[in-house]
């Protein structure tokens, strides 16, 4: 690990600007001293402040307290002073003529895929995700600092580097994953439930405060949690977490799936807007998959499950059924 950093280093870190692997230099400088850690809370409560409001500022004290600032040379409080220069850039001047307006950062950094996309994301503490279609991820700008929190809507495939004193949590709107040393699936969309798939270790889950019902839920590998609407946790013990998590490998598997989810998530995969003429259908479980596939052939297939036929323009797709459910049911 480096001794020291150079005011370019520190600003990049702050702004957010930093390559992966020299964020995690100098937030693996910053972790390894308590004092630095407070210091860099100090900072990131004025940096914040700055950019809210027009400040006079004098710059050419700022900048003679940086050319004196020399960072390899510890200070006698064993803060090396490369924070001095920006405690000194950060000292609000009365009389000065000199004003500058910075725009203030944002809190997070977000990650989105878009229907139809996924992307490999390795975070600075070495934690890789795979992001399904249609999802976004965030984490906020001092990830790793305290503590490693993101928040999902979506799906996301997770192999955590596992960390005692800093877990890895997953938020999502019905709940938080918190591992255990673990690689695991997290699926949040927005009208689903939330399920957990866990592949190896463990990880607690629990449900959202505003409708925390039910005491926390440890899962082990080859376990899958659910929470509901309502905050209802359930778990389903000796999973096939192959077939669970099969989109990562570009496939999708469904278990006794409601339509619905199978057309949204089909709709997600292939970036298509799907609907069903007979509105009864859309409740009937379905058991299937589809492999990597074009949308054609994957329509083609479901329609043949259905005893459908498929009319399609552009994104637009309808699904028609060649006899509606009740005569079917009546056969």
Known sequence: M????????????LEGDCAPDEAAAVQAWITADPRRVALLDRLQSVWRLTGARTRSWDLARARASLRRARFPAPSRWGIPPAWAWIAATIVLLTGSTVFWRRPPL???????????????????????VLLSVDSRLRLPRDYGVRERAVELEGEAYFVVRHDATRPFVVRTARGTTEDLGTQFDVRAYREEHLQVVVAEGR???????????????TLHPRERGVIDAGGTVTRTRGIPVARYVSWTRG??????APLSSVIAQLGRWY????????SA???????????????????TALARVLDARVTRAGRSVQLIPVAPLHSRMED
């Open 2 to 13: 480096r001794d020291a950093f150079d005011e370019s280093d520190i600003l990049h870190y």
């Open 106 to 128: 944002p809190r997070f950094r977000e990650y989105a895929t878009l229907p139809g996309q996924r992307s490999q994301l390795t975070l600075l503490d070495g934690t890789s």
């Open 203 to 217: 990880v607690v889950l629990r449900p959202a405060a505003r409708t925390r019902t039910a005491s926390p839920l």
């Open 251 to 256: 496939v999708l598997w469904f278990h006794e």
């Open 271 to 278: 970036d298509l807007e799907i609907a069903v003429s007979d």
């Open 281 to 299: 259908l859309l409740a009937e479980p379905l058991t299937i998959s589809f492999g990597p596939e074009s949308a054609d052939e994957a329509l």
